[in-house]
């Protein structure tokens, strides 16, 4: 396919800019301890540069570390000392050619006590975010003008320091967003009231700017064009701001939305589809004439193209999808769209960093670690590795060793790769699975490896290969727990009925277990027409879903009528009942039913090793297979892993049990 929009030169402002593809600002938790740039945070950000990007907007950056900081690790510029570390950092990405942005950000009310050492979080109005559950102190006029000075000196240090111009953080609910919005606005000086007084904060710093950094500095602003709370902006006070800031001379709009109210609209689950989000970048592209930055779950290059294509935006912000795959857009400028590693929104990263470790990605485990995993060396001895299981652990070692020159043979007893992630039914999640899927099974074959599909693992058919190693990726089965009555004939585990399609017609139906294919299979035994009650129960797999989307799943539910039971513990199973009872009164009572479907997750699934160490120098278990039952994460983590140190595994350790 021909990119030409993607690949056509644009500016903002009088900056050009060599494409029209932005990486937007997105935490990394990689800044020092004091929130000084780090070697570390140079290589994340220079291996974009080098992948193609046009434009790549810091990370939110504090210009007032003492009220302003909103996690526990924020890049700052409130201080001249922080200059040569963004100084290094811009010259680092313009060697590929890529412009610096730098995003400056005050967390207002949705910063919280502890990342400010215990001072009273500050916010326009003293209105409490349900989200953080603190109340803020109203700053005084004097402190509100003393804010609008820093952001301005935020931005004259980003000049110096050789950015090529500055966003404004004016969404997602923080400070400036606080000031924007009629819901948390409701000062009564100039700063709050009407919508010329709630805009003022942002005038001044946007006026202090171009005063300070010159008329041609490029200044943009990231708007939640709509926030998705009652009261909040809306698409049309989106476009009335939108309207106002390219008046007083800002030079484009970054068209976001949400607030930490409504999180999974800033930071996608995978139930959203790809670009939902693009009609608020198109609503604003009518209103204005500057340029209108789209982004949201764009992961396909054909699709950014037909965004730019169709007009409704001039810039494409690839966010998540640069941290899965750096190349993106290197891949895509190459005619090389099959071996991109497109982003399928589980989440990992917002989860890392939200327990304040760095930045990862579950299908990139480089992510954050750039300067660990530099170069594969390649080996200087030709050497056959043997692979039994094709799930993602399995898919992953392969294709690794393979970059790295081993010959490879990958058994799969299934008829097709990626194990325990063909489990996943709901649409929009299960074609971003494919996603993944797709990209490990097109590197694999690129490369040459040997799979080898409904091939079972056979001892005798193994040793006659004389292989130099053996790799058990054999995945994970489903746990059945320990409970009176759980061998009666009508009980089921998941993964039975996703292999049998067998999901009854008008029955009694009780699901216990939660995770995100606990809830799938839940939805879909309703839709069959089924009387289905749904026992949560507490889960490895079911902690990792995060708040937000956990309540968008359970109101799924009860709208397809299903009973809902938390907090229960279950006693045992009888043949038309499963006996609860209530883990707060103790209070006991029946719920009837037909069947029981089990989803409580998997447990590891090793049944080979054993025997392969009495006939194998050197065999490895990696992924679900030791005891990680259900992390797509960490079982291509193990994968990567064990093929990048695989000669240092062998030569310190020989025979080795767990990665």
Same mark, same amino acid.
């Given at each position: 396919?021909?990119?030409?929009?993607?690949f056509?030169k644009?500016?903002?402002?009088?900056?050009?800019?060599?494409?029209?593809?932005?990486?937007?600002?997105?935490?990394?938790?990689?800044?020092?301890?004091?929130?000084?740039?780090?070697?570390?945070q140079?290589?994340?950000?220079?291996e974009?540069?080098?992948?193609?990007t046009?434009?790549?907007?810091?990370?939110?950056?504090? =210009?007032e570390?003492?009220? %302003?900081?909103a996690?526990?690790v924020?890049t $700052?510029?409130?201080d &001249?000392? !922080?200059?040569? *570390?963004?100084?290094r950092?811009?010259?680092?990405?313009?060697?590929y050619?890529t412009?610096?942005?730098?995003?400056?950000h005050?967390?207002?009310?949705q910063?919280?006590?502890?990342?400010?050492?215990?001072?009273?979080?500050?916010?326009?109005s003293?209105?409490?975010?349900?989200?953080?559950?603190?109340?803020?102190?109203e700053l005084?006029?004097?402190e509100?003008?003393?804010l609008?000075?820093?952001?301005i000196?935020?931005?004259?240090?980003?000049?110096?320091?050789?950015?090529?111009?500055?966003e404004?953080?004016?969404?997602?609910g923080?400070?400036?967003?606080?000031?924007?919005?009629?819901?948390?606005?409701?000062?009564?000086?100039?700063?709050?009231?009407?919508?010329?007084?709630?805009?003022r904060?942002?005038?001044e710093?946007?006026a202090? =700017?171009k005063?300070?950094? %010159?008329?041609?500095?490029?200044?943009?602003? $990231?708007?939640?064009v &709509?926030? !998705?709370?009652? *009261?909040?902006?809306?698409?049309?006070?989106?476009?009335?701001?939108?309207?106002?800031?390219e008046?007083?001379?800002?030079?484009?709009?970054?068209?976001?939305a949400?607030?930490?109210?409504?999180?999974?609209?800033?930071?996608?689950?995978?139930?959203?589809?790809q670009?939902?989000?693009?009609y608020?970048?198109?609503e604003?592209?009518?209103a204005?004439?500057?340029p209108?930055?789209?982004?949201?779950?764009?992961?396909?290059?054909e699709?950014a193209?037909?965004i730019?294509?169709?007009?409704?935006?001039?810039?494409?912000a690839?966010?998540?999808?640069?941290i899965a795959?750096?190349?993106?857009?290197?891949?895509?400028?190459?005619?090389?769209?099959?071996?991109i590693?497109?982003?399928i929104?589980?989440?990992?990263?917002?989860?890392?960093?939200?327990?304040?470790?760095h930045?990862?990605?579950a299908?990139?485990?480089?992510?954050?670690?750039?300067?660990?995993?530099?170069?594969?060396?390649?080996?200087q001895?030709?050497?056959?590795?043997?692979?039994?299981?094709?799930?993602?652990?399995?898919?992953?070692?392969?294709r690794?060793?393979?970059?790295?020159?081993?010959?490879?043979?990958?058994?799969?007893?299934?008829?097709?790769?990626?194990?325990?992630?063909?489990?996943?039914?709901?649409?929009?999640h299960?074609?971003?699975?494919?996603?993944?899927?797709?990209?490990?099974?097109n590197?694999?074959?690129?490369?040459?490896?040997?799979?080898r599909?409904n091939t079972?693992?056979?001892?005798?058919?193994?040793?006659?290969?004389?292989?130099?190693?053996?790799?058990?990726?054999?995945?994970?089965?489903?746990?059945?727990?320990?409970i009176?009555?759980?061998?009666?004939?009508?009980i089921?585990?998941?993964?039975?009925?996703?292999?049998?399609?067998?999901?009854?017609?008008?029955?009694?139906?009780?699901?216990?277990?939660?995770?995100?294919?606990c809830?799938s299979?839940?939805?879909?035994l309703a839709?069959?027409?089924?009387?289905?009650?749904?026992?949560?129960?507490?889960?490895a797999?079911?902690?990792?879903?995060?708040?937000?989307t956990?309540?968008r799943?359970?109101?799924?539910?009860k709208?397809?009528?299903?009973?809902i039971?938390?907090?229960?513990h279950?006693?045992?199973?009888?043949?038309?009942?499963?006996?609860?009872?209530?883990s707060?009164?103790?209070?006991?009572?029946?719920?009837?039913?037909d069947?029981?479907?089990?989803?409580?997750?998997?447990?590891?699934?090793n049944?080979?090793?054993?025997?392969?160490?009495?006939?194998f120098?050197?065999?490895?278990v990696?992924?679900?297979a030791i005891?990680?039952?259900?992390?797509?994460?960490?079982?291509?983590?193990?994968?990567?892993?064990?093929?990048y140190?695989?000669?240092?595994?062998?030569?310190?350790?020989?025979?080795?049990?767990t990665?």
């Open positions: 396919m021909n990119y030409t929009h993607l056509n644009g500016t903002i402002g009088k900056l050009a800019l060599k494409n029209r593809i932005v990486m937007p600002p997105m935490e990394t938790n990689l800044s020092g301890a004091e929130g000084e740039i780090t070697d570390h140079i290589r994340y950000y220079e974009r540069a080098k992948g193609g046009g434009l790549i907007i810091v990370e939110m950056t504090s =210009i570390y003492d009220y %302003g900081k996690s526990a924020q $700052r510029i409130d &001249d000392r !922080f200059i040569p *570390g963004f100084h950092l811009a010259n680092t990405l313009h060697k050619g412009k610096m942005f730098v995003q400056l005050h967390g207002g009310r910063s919280c006590s502890i990342y400010i050492n215990g001072r009273q979080i500050v916010a326009p003293p209105i409490v975010s349900a989200a953080v559950g603190e109340e803020p102190r005084t006029h004097a509100v003008r003393e609008v000075n820093k952001f000196m935020g931005a004259v240090r980003s000049k110096i320091a050789g950015a090529d111009g500055v404004i953080h004016a969404a997602h923080y400070l400036v967003n606080q000031f924007l919005s009629p819901l948390t606005n409701i000062r009564k000086d100039e700063y709050g009231g009407s919508f010329e007084n709630r805009m904060f942002l005038d710093i946007i202090g =700017i005063e300070k950094c %010159g008329r041609d500095y490029p200044v943009t602003v $990231r708007l939640s &709509d926030e !998705f709370v009652n *009261g909040g902006i809306d698409v049309e006070l989106g476009k009335r701001i939108s309207m106002h800031l008046r007083i001379g800002v030079d484009a709009i970054h068209a976001s949400g607030t930490y109210e409504s999180f999974e609209t800033i930071i996608e689950s995978p139930l959203y589809e670009g939902w989000r693009v608020l970048a198109e604003i592209k009518k204005v004439s500057i209108v930055i789209a982004v949201g779950v764009i992961r396909e290059p699709f193209e037909s730019l294509a169709d007009g409704k935006a001039d810039f494409i690839i966010g998540r999808g640069q795959d750096p190349e993106w857009v290197l891949k895509v400028m190459e005619g090389r769209e099959s071996e590693r497109k982003c929104c589980c989440m990992h990263c917002i989860r890392s960093v939200s327990k304040n470790l930045v990862q990605c299908i990139n485990v480089r992510a954050g670690r750039e300067m660990e995993f530099d170069e594969l060396t390649p080996i001895e030709k050497r056959h590795v043997v692979i039994i299981g094709g799930g993602p652990g399995g898919m992953e070692a392969a690794v060793l393979s970059q790295k020159g081993y010959k490879i043979t990958l058994f799969e007893k299934d008829n097709k790769l990626g194990g325990q992630l063909h489990l996943v039914s709901k649409p929009l299960k074609e971003k699975m494919n996603w993944f899927i797709e990209f490990e099974r590197e694999l074959k690129r490369l040459g490896v040997d799979i599909l079972e693992a056979e001892l005798n058919k193994i040793k006659a290969m004389n292989p130099y190693a053996v790799i058990l990726a054999t995945g994970a089965k489903g746990y059945i727990p320990n009176p009555g759980i061998d009666l004939p009508n089921y585990g998941y993964e039975y009925v996703y292999s049998h399609h067998k999901y009854f017609n008008q029955e009694k139906i009780v699901v216990m277990g939660s995770g995100m294919i809830f299979i839940t939805d879909q839709g069959k027409g089924n009387d289905v009650t749904f026992i949560e129960l507490p889960t797999i079911g902690n990792r879903i995060s708040a937000p956990r309540l799943l359970m109101n799924r539910l709208r397809a009528n299903v009973k039971l938390t907090d229960y279950v006693l045992r199973i009888q043949p038309n009942a499963v006996m609860i009872e209530d707060v009164s103790g209070k006991q009572r029946e719920v009837e039913m069947h029981v479907v089990i989803a409580m997750g998997t447990q590891a699934y049944p080979l090793e054993e025997l392969y160490r009495l006939h120098n050197h065999v490895f990696i992924g679900d005891n990680h039952p259900g992390s797509l994460s960490t079982a291509v983590k193990d994968g990567f892993e064990l093929a140190v695989f000669e240092s595994q062998i030569c310190n350790k020989g025979s080795v049990v990665v």
